[in-house]
């Protein structure tokens, strides 16, 4: 059994406590998944299985969406509200304010990750040094936020919900602790739940119930996306069973031989053949300057 299984993970449990769950319900080691959600935070988590654990680089760097909930006046040093307060201040802030001063964010920035994080740095994790009382110096990672709207404010405008569309890699914690900062009052997240990871959203998410569930009643597969589904942005090109032999012996198609000598370099590509989906390829020049697609990645049976 392999494809894509969109968890709604429930807060409480870790992304790995997630895979390690869906590797006993589906009896299988091959699981991973495509970006860490905090234990705190709950909602889409696409689970990979099989051959489908190949696509992790690709779909994890696709756009994440969000819906925090913003408190405004306290700062925790986990930037959410699982942290211990550091900081109260009365917030004395307009909506408008509050507004204005979120679509600053909007577009390409440097962002400084909280200590409590799973980064490494010098072969230690940030929060086994966070917890140990260390805080160290943590170098900006560049990161996008597409969109940013502030809604759902509270009477005293103390906290709000804040929706957001950002690249992978951003932390919305850290993005709520810079927001207060920015109104000069402090902030942390009191909740977070992601309502889409790329074409993945809420809608078709499973609880870890329902997928227990069905796999109970031998319908799991019925909860599975298609690897070739899930690849379906990308061009189509099927071959001949002998082209397709060729791709299984790991050798570089010409365009030529496929009468595909318009498509652009750094293109990727996907090759059927009569079975189904063989890999994954791009579009690009060998040393002769012919036009060739390079295999990325395979998923025939070997």
């Not at 293109?267 to 390829?281: E, I, K, P, T, Y």
Request: proline share 3%; net charge neutral; glycine share 8%.
């Amino acid at each position: 059994m392999q494809g894509i299984l969109i968890v709604n993970k429930p807060r409480g449990m870790t992304s790995h406590d997630v895979v390690s769950r869906i590797r006993r319900l589906f009896g299988t080691r091959q699981v991973g998944h495509t970006g860490t959600l905090d234990p705190d935070a709950e909602g889409v988590l696409p689970i990979l299985i099989g051959r489908a654990t190949k696509l992790s680089d690709i779909l994890t760097a696709e756009t994440k969406r969000y819906k925090a909930r913003v408190r405004l006046g306290i700062e925790t040093d986990t930037y959410d509200a699982s942290g211990t307060v550091i900081k109260t201040v009365e917030p004395k802030v307009s909506r408008e304010e509050i507004i204005l001063t979120a679509e600053r964010f909007l577009g390409k920035q440097n962002q400084i990750p909280p200590m409590y994080s799973a980064i490494k740095q010098g072969g230690k994790k940030l929060y086994e040094l966070a917890r140990k009382g260390v805080e160290i110096e943590r170098p900006a990672r560049e990161i996008t936020i597409y969109s940013l709207t502030c809604e759902e404010f509270n009477s005293d405008l103390s906290s709000f919900s804040m929706t957001v569309e950002c690249s992978k890699g951003t932390y919305i914690r850290s993005l709520c602790h810079d927001l207060g900062k920015a109104l000069g009052c402090g902030a942390h997240m009191e909740g977070l739940v992601r309502t889409a990871s790329g074409s993945f959203t809420l809608e078709n998410a499973y609880t870890l119930e329902e997928i227990a569930e069905c796999i109970e009643n031998e319908t799991a597969e019925n909860l599975l996306i298609s690897i070739c589904d899930a690849l379906s942005a990308y061009p189509e090109i099927v071959v001949s069973e002998e082209n397709a032999q060729k791709i299984r012996n790991g050798l570089r198609l010409r365009s030529e031989q496929l009468t595909k000598d318009n498509l652009p370099e750094g293109m990727w590509v996907r090759f059927s053949d009569a079975s189904g989906l063989l890999c994954l390829s791009s579009v690009m020049r060998d040393e002769s300057g012919t036009l060739v697609f390079k295999i990325e990645k395979t998923f025939y049976s070997v």
